[in-house]
């Protein structure tokens, strides 16, 4: 893909970030959020592992290799959030950047399967990677890494080059690799540029679906795969840039067989979380998106379909969620921008957090 692709267009925003009011009727959790990590460089997609360590993707702040106002490093990384103590369990992975670290792409998202591997998957760069990209980067670019304990990498599959050679939607060719599911054996990856579902296993990839557009003119742009306790697949669309509020689906497919509409009349998905109860959380990135309003929120949806909305006023730039037994839910804050705070402009004394929102 284009190095600047899925680079979210809110970058030059200009709106007004105080006083973000709730919708009429809106009910939230009542306590104001916890900060439970602090200073993350683009923090997007949260997995808890067996042992209760909550882990946080960071997409990273770019780097010093830089091409127009693109720049390129090896900066994002994977965290572990344990018993209150943030550690970088893997370092060093790719990131793309504007030159401020804003609205970074690269390791979009964490997966922990139930043997408690580690993985994640990284952003392409396109079937011919631009001759500035690090040698270092180029060995991580388009794939799905295993992490282990010792902070080593090792590739597992060059999932980017299933759309370079079949081009499943038929549309512009392009890949973005962001979300990523795990069980044991098997990853299932998100491609948001190819509108696809991609699973890797022993090494290989296939093609589970195609996502049709969200709205006329608009893609998919499948951001999220989880896995639901009926062992389904889930998948959030962000949708195109085109498509109107609300215009964004979750899937739900079986292994083998055809996606169907899960949920509709969602804005900018970006990140999705089972409860115990069965209850899916959906986090929105921003409620309107084609205003460039930062402001988003969480809806959490019962097994009976009723909506309860969590965090409005309260979310800014939403991502990745991850929801403890007791019901907490821990979310991705201002997930596109870097863990330096800027001095100035719209976004001046904020940088990326995680936040815990108690029942």
């Keep these: 893909m284009r190095l600047s692709h899925f680079l979210v ?14 919708p009429a009727g809106a009910k939230s959790y009542a ?18 592992g067996p042992d209760a360590s909550l882990y946080i993707a960071e997409a ?7 091409r127009k106002d693109q720049c390129v490093g090896l900066t994002g ?15 060093g992975l790719v990131s793309v950047a504007d030159k401020a670290g804003d609205f970074a792409v690269g390791a979009d998202d964490v997966a922990v399967d139930a043997d408690g591997h580690l993985f994640t998957v990284i952003t392409s760069a396109g079937p011919r990677t631009p001759s500035f990209v690090p040698a270092l980067a180029r060995a991580q670019v388009g794939r799905v890494l295993r992490i282990y304990q010792s902070g080593r990498l090792r590739s597992l599959a060059r999932v980017d080059r299933f759309e370079f050679a079949h081009n499943p939607d038929g549309g512009e060719v392009d890949s973005n690799p962001y979300g990523i599911a795990a069980s044991p054996g098997h990853q299932f990856v998100a491609d948001a540029a190819g509108n696809t579902l991609l699973h890797v296993v ?5 093609l589970l679906a195609v996502f049709p557009d969200a709205a006329r003119r608009a893609d998919s ?13 889930y998948v959030g669309e962000l949708s195109g840039e085109r498509a109107p509020n609300g215009r964004a689906r979750i899937w739900r497919l079986i292994a083998g067989g055809t996606p169907k509409v899960y949920a509709s009349g969602f804005s900018r998905i970006t990140g999705l979380a089972f409860g115990r109860d069965g209850s899916l959380f959906v ?10 309003d930062p402001a988003g929120r969480i809806v959490r949806v019962a097994r009976d379909g009723k909506r309860t909305i969590i965090g409005a006023g309260k979310l800014l730039f939403p991502a990745g969620l991850a929801v403890e037994p007791d019901g907490a839910v821990y979310v991705s804050n201002w997930s596109a921008l870097p863990g330096r705070p800027a001095t100035a402009g719209p976004f001046a004394g904020k940088n990326g957090q995680v936040l815990r929102f108690d029942p």
Excluded at 9 to 22: I, Y
Excluded at 83 to 91: C, K, N, Q, Y
Excluded at 202 to 206: D, L, P, R, S
């Design 31 to 48: 306590k104001d959020p916890v900060v439970v990590a602090d200073g993350l460089n683009n923090p997007r997609g949260l997995a808890f």
């Design 221 to 233: 742009v499948p951001t999220v795969v989880r896995i639901g306790p009926d062992h389904a697949l």
């Design 283 to 292: 986090s929105e990135f921003s409620t309107n998106f084609r205003k460039q």
């Design 77 to 91: 990384s994977i965290a572990r959030l344990k018993d209150g103590r943030l550690t970088r369990v893997a370092s």
């Design 9 to 22: 267009t809110v970058a030059a925003v200009t709106v007004a970030l105080a006083g973000a009011a709730p």
């Design 202 to 206: 022993g090494g290989h990839t296939k």
């Design 60 to 66: 990273g702040q770019g780097g010093t290799r830089c």
